[in-house]
Nanobody
């Protein structure tokens, strides 16, 4: 089973920034970031194919978040800028075995999941 380990979450004031990392044990996966707030459904945040040729963002994070990857390090990043309280959630890294995409927007299309990292944004 592929192992995914998220890191970089924390507590930040509104308007601040965080960078999340997802370290994978290997593979040529399309990668996605999802988030889930208490009492809410898990929602898509951003995704990137293995080559980086295809990238998608949720409308709520466009212009604020940037997904990237370093395949030499088997690591995917989510740079989060201009954070607001609605970004508060547990953020999960997910891997889709299809390396070429398209980037899928629903959680059941992904095959592997990390443990999640908490992001809390205060006003």
């Amino acid at each position: 089973q592929l192992q995914l380990v998220e890191s970089g979450g924390g507590w930040v004031q509104a308007g601040g920034s965080l960078r999340l990392s997802c370290a994978a044990s290997g593979g040529t996966f399309t990668m996605g970031w999802f988030r889930q707030a208490p009492g809410k459904e898990r929602e898509f945040v951003a995704g990137i194919t293995y080559s980086g040729a295809r990238i998608k963002y949720a409308d709520s994070v466009k212009g604020r978040f940037t997904i990237s990857r370093d395949n030499r390090k088997n690591t995917v990043y989510l740079q989060m800028n201009s954070l607001n309280t609605e970004d508060t959630a547990v953020y999960y890294c997910a891997a889709d075995r299809s390396p070429y995409g398209p980037v899928m927007l629903v959680s059941n299309e992904y095959d592997y999941w990390g443990q999640g990292t908490q992001v809390t944004v205060s006003s």
